[in-house]
């Protein structure tokens, strides 16, 4: 039983409230993943939110400069900044060696954990990937200054989510897909029009386009949005008519959720029954929901009693945002560091 279910609420206070749970969202902490490095790194996504916030206090870094490249974090500190866990960090670290992409070594006093991006590595591949002619390798200078037009075209472009998020859900995958569908809902919403008191905020796509905006798998997708709908967080529609997804997302119970500080159980596994053919809903949702979506979207009449075992997640565009708010880079390294 879900003690965080939602009252009855007109579109409006519907709207108002998934507003409110966006805003204070982005109050948060956000780590943007840029798009390039996922496909670099074969959309390995804990892979691409490594290197990619390592680039980032790349860039922001004061002493990175001093440090020769060398940028100090330990697995508390990324864990912490990222969400990734412990196991997670291994595996990334090793496919990001492998691939050229970073070296780690240990410094200083205690033998502080730091790692290296080779930059020319890394645009080389980003060059290879997207059959750039004029190859750029980029210079560190060149990525702190972030005037090179080639950094804009392949380096801006970002799936965000956001870190309260996996701090709620305790996975990276789930956050990234319940971001999404809370931003492209959100960006919708205008206080005052006609459509904002008629119908409630949504996110529509298909599967093809759930799976190019956040370049989670089939499964990975699937895994989350039974996790979403089964804690109250996702309510959703599936029109065979034109294969799209309408999620409406419970910011009622999500911010019920955040101002507790949750933490929602890890797994999740529906319960299997002789006579189920699709996953049903899990959903303590009010009774509105169902309604506005066949008002929202009347023109499809083939709508079915369950959201088909194949829906899957999420989308976002955003770009140039600050992955952490201080720097924790440490302060001391041998003089012999390379």
Not at 44 to 58: G, R, T, V
Not at 189 to 216: C, K, N
Not at 263 to 277: E, F, G, Q, W
Request: aromatic share 10%.
């Amino acid at each position: 039983m879900n003690n965080y279910a939602a009252p009855p609420m007109t579109p409006t206070q519907f709207n108002e409230n998934l507003l409110k749970c966006w805003r204070r969202l982005q109050s948060g902490r956000k780590i943007a993943v840029h798009r390039s490095i996922i496909k670099i790194t074969g959309n390995d996504i804990p892979s691409a939110i490594f290197l990619s916030q390592l680039m980032y206090w790349l860039r922001v870094s004061p002493d990175v400069v001093n440090h020769n490249g060398w940028v100090f974090k330990s697995i508390e500190q990324t864990e912490m900044e990222t969400g990734l866990t412990i196991r997670q960090q291994r595996s990334s670290k090793k496919r990001l060696t492998e691939l050229g992409f970073i070296e780690t070594g240990h410094f200083g006093q205690g033998k502080k954990l730091a790692f290296r991006v080779n930059l020319e590595t890394v645009s080389k591949a980003v060059c290879d990937a997207f059959e750039v002619a004029d190859i750029t390798l980029l210079s560190l200078e060149d990525w702190r200054k972030q005037e090179l037009s080639f950094i804009r075209d392949y380096f801006s472009d970002s799936v965000v989510y956001h870190l309260d998020l996996v701090r709620l859900t305790g996975d990276v995958y789930i956050a990234i897909m319940l971001s999404t569908a809370l931003y492209n809902s959100a960006r919708h919403g205008t206080p005052g029009t006609r459509s904002f008191t008629r119908q409630r905020l949504y996110y529509t796509a298909t599967i093809e386009q759930w799976r190019q905006d956040t370049f989670l798998g089939r499964r990975t997708q699937e895994r989350g949005r039974n996790f979403l709908r089964h804690h109250g967080l996702f309510s959703e529609e599936h029109y065979f008519q034109n294969a799209r997804i309408f999620t409406h997302i419970n910011s009622h119970v999500l911010m019920k959720m955040l101002e507790a500080n949750t933490r929602l159980s890890k797994v999740y596994r529906p319960a299997k029954t002789a006579n189920s053919t699709c996953k049903q809903s899990q959903l303590p949702l009010d009774t509105h929901i169902s309604s506005d979506l066949e008002s929202d979207i009347s023109a499809n009449s083939d709508m079915t009693d369950c959201a088909s075992p194949d829906l899957e997640s999420d989308k976002l565009y955003i770009s140039d945002v600050s992955n952490c708010t201080s720097s924790d880079l440490e302060s001391d390294i041998s003089a012999n560091s390379d």
